[in-house]
T-cell receptor
Framework: RKEVEQDPGPFNVPEGATVAFNCTYSNSASQSFFWYRQDCRKEPKLLMSVYSSGNEDGRFTAQLNRASQYISLLIRDSKLSDSATYLCVVNESTDKLIFGTGTRLQVFP | DAGVIQSPRHEVTEMGQEVTLRCKPI?????LFWYRQTMMRGLELLIY????????DSGMPEDRFSAKMPNASFSTLKIQPSEPRDSAVYFC????????????FGDGTRLSIL
């Protein structure tokens, strides 16, 4: 079983739609969690951290369920510029970041 | 401020040749990470350094791969001899505290082994 699993997509949604990505992780000792965004042929960039209480940054909401070892990212009012691959990232106790293979989002007009 | 700088941006070489990838981390960052990204396996950590010392090289695929960090501002990842299955995008990233994002990534080196 992969340490961090994501649905690869692609998710094709119209502008203005709400879309949600899910991610599961296998190591229950994992300590912190993040979403990174990677544009085509570019490097990954931190989108947001994920906290147990859930957190929001504008149109983006991240949630963590430690009991189910599940992380989610919700994007409201999708924009064309949101088209990218979204990487779920887990920080294990060994100070390593483990990246999921990513979920590709394509927003169309 | 300059970000993480990697060179070359692209490398095409024949199987069996030695390949050297270079990375300059962000000044003041004390951790440096080498990743490899492929469609099939996603982003995989190869090795990381803290204060120029290799901490975890368990992701290095085999003896053909080696990495060094002779000083705080420079690291190399070497593949010798190279094989077609090494074709991938290799990213270098740095951070101030290991495991604490944001890990700042370089633009990557797109490597093709023919």
């Amino acid at each position: 079983r992969k340490e961090v699993e994501q649905d690869p997509g692609p998710f094709n949604v119209p502008e203005g739609a709400t879309v949600a990505f899910n991610c599961t992780y296998s190591n229950s000792a994992s300590q912190s969690f993040f979403w990174y965004r990677q544009d085509c042929r570019k490097e990954p960039k931190l989108l947001m951290s994920v906290y147990s209480s859930g957190n929001e940054d504008g149109r983006f909401t991240a949630q963590l369920n430690r009991a189910s070892q599940y992380i989610s990212l919700l994007i409201r009012d999708s924009k064309l510029s949101d088209s990218a691959t979204y990487l779920c990232v887990v920080n294990e106790s060994t100070d390593k970041l483990i990246f999921g293979t990513g979920t590709r989002l394509q927003v169309f007009p | 401020d300059a970000g993480v700088i990697q060179s070359p941006r692209h490398e095409v070489t024949e199987m069996g040749q030695e390949v050297t990838l270079r990375c300059k981390p962000i000044s003041g960052h004390n951790s440096l990470f080498w990743y490899r990204q492929t469609m099939m396996r996603g982003l995989e950590l190869l090795i990381y350094f803290n204060n120029n010392v290799p901490i975890d090289d368990s992701g290095m695929p085999e003896d053909r791969f080696s990495a060094k960090m002779p000083n705080a501002s420079f690291s190399t990842l070497k593949i010798q001899p190279s094989e077609p299955r090494d074709s991938a995008v290799y990213f270098c990233a740095s951070s101030f505290i290991p495991g604490d994002p944001p890990q700042h990534f370089g633009d990557g080196t797109r490597l093709s082994i023919l």
